[in-house]
């Protein structure tokens, strides 16, 4: 890793490895670019067959919670400590 930072990028020209992946249907654009194939079972890190995307998990995970009460019992805790430490205001 110590190597490549004493690259001078500047000088590196990646413009034939770029045709190479555009030619071959490999260089990334918006309409291949989805959250399927980067996160979930499109994703060449996915290791398990009909895996969600990331999307998908991060709403299993959030499934049973009260975002409401979350919301209501974080800012409770929130002014519980703050308030009594503000300086009391002028009479």
Do not use: K
């Amino acid at each position: 890793m110590s190597d490549f930072a004493r690259l001078d990028w500047d000088q590196v020209n990646l413009d034939e490895w770029l045709a190479i992946l555009y030619e071959t249907g490999h260089f990334p654009t918006l309409a291949t670019l989805t959250i399927e194939e980067l996160t979930g079972a499109g994703s060449v890190l996915s290791i398990e067959r009909g895996r969600a995307d990331a999307s998908a998990r991060s709403l299993q995970r959030a499934g049973g919670l009260d975002n409401e009460q979350t919301r209501i019992d974080a800012e409770d805790e929130l002014w519980s400590g703050t308030l009594p430490t503000l300086p009391a205001a002028p009479p």
